[in-house]
């Protein structure tokens, strides 16, 4: 592409450009017929925005709180793994663009920088995401270095007891680098005999994690826990009675289960069964500052972006990462302006319309 990209969604092609095809097929695709990694994005354009007039949009405050630290705008950074494949500065260049847009980024728990490099490397609000191995102890080890290394969150991400089937890993016999977070803890080298060491999660996870263990995390960290990877209101109204401080509703990238719901049409039961107990941020599918605008008007708090970081950090590095926040968070503001909220908080429900609910001209 000759000229800067405009919108995010072009950040997508420069990254195919530079990526061997093998790591751009890691982070673009999804499981199996990859129905519901079209439909994160597709069912967006399902929902409409219903624009109020004559409102004094002079001034757009797009700042928001989350667990009580501020960001300047509800746009966060979803744990993704692996960024030293899209660039040698890894997760520290995700990082310092996060510090630099003055929002939260999620660290992976397959990270290739470790817990420690990452928080070095500038001051900022953090959160750690966290699987859980059939060794706990392992587990629990990462927890502890977060906690120490100042991380504000553990988000345990509860959708993987298998790892998915993505067909273009298997078919590319993705290898991943040794994760610096296991050095002297765990192996995640594969025996020879293996295609790829993505068997090593397959073989690592605990498939017996349930709600009881939520109790288990509780015991090992002081740490507020966010659950991801709730779709359905049953999950997040046991989420809420187990005592988690906030849900994320994902469908893992739609990396995991294909064929489950778009994230974004998930959010409205989620929220409704939450009732505003917790906090319920958003994840899946976000190419525009109109779907960040839509997912808060559907009861989000925050939405986390994850392939755009990726795309943005493959195309250009750091800035490239900030350019991608930067994008979602102008389109943003234009769209609050133009349909008449001067904050964040004035997003509400009334704003939009799903595809279940008949035009309010033929009421």
């Not at 990270?111 to 959160?127: K, L, P």
């Not at 500052?289 to 559907?298: H, Y």
């Not at 970081?309 to 503001?333: C, N």
């Amino acid at each position: 592409m000759a000229s800067e990209p405009v919108s995010v969604k072009e950040f997508q092609e420069l990254a195919r450009q530079v990526l061997p095809k093998m790591h751009y097929d890691f982070y673009a695709g999804g499981a199996e017929d990859e129905h519901t990694l079209r439909e994160n994005v597709e069912a967006f354009s399902r929902i409409t925005i219903r624009p109020r007039i004559l409102i004094d949009v002079s001034h757009i405050d797009l700042s928001t709180t989350i667990l009580g630290y501020n960001i300047s705008a509800p746009i966060m950074i979803a744990p993704t793994g692996m960024h030293k494949l899209a660039h040698p500065e890894g997760e520290i260049a995700t990082a310092k663009a996060a510090a630099a847009c003055k929002t939260i980024m999620v660290l992976s728990f397959s990270s290739t920088c470790t817990i420690e490099e990452v928080a070095s490397c500038c001051n900022a609000v953090r959160f750690f995401q966290l699987y859980v191995f059939k060794s706990r102890e392992v587990s629990a080890r990462l927890v502890q270095r977060a906690e120490r290394n100042g991380y504000k969150a553990i988000v345990l991400t509860v959708d993987l007891p298998r790892l998915g089937r993505r067909e273009a890993d298997i078919k590319n016999k993705l290898v991943k680098p040794q994760l610096k977070n296991f050095d002297a803890v765990i192996s995640t080298e594969v025996s020879s005999d293996e295609r790829s060491n993505l068997q090593f999660f397959s073989r690592a996870l605990d498939s017996s994690l349930c709600w009881k263990d939520i109790n288990w995390l509780r015991s090992i960290t002081k740490l507020p826990i966010l659950i991801k990877g709730v779709l359905v209101p049953e999950d997040a109204i046991k989420a809420v009675e187990v005592g988690v401080d906030g849900i994320i509703v994902s469908n893992h990238g739609a990396r995991q289960l294909d064929y489950t719901p778009a994230s974004i049409s998930a959010l409205d039961e989620v929220v409704s069964a939450v009732g505003g107990k917790v906090p319920v941020l958003f994840d899946g599918g976000v190419r525009r500052g109109t779907d960040v605008f839509k997912a808060l008007a559907l009861g989000a708090q925050a939405v986390l972006i994850g392939r755009p970081v990726i795309f943005g950090l493959a195309a250009k590095g750091e800035y490239g990462v900030k350019q991608v926040i930067q994008m979602l968070s102008d389109e943003l503001e234009l769209t609050m302006a133009l349909a008449g909220c001067p904050s964040v908080k004035d997003i509400n429900r009334s704003h939009v319309r799903t595809k279940h609910q008949r035009p309010l001209s033929m009421l």
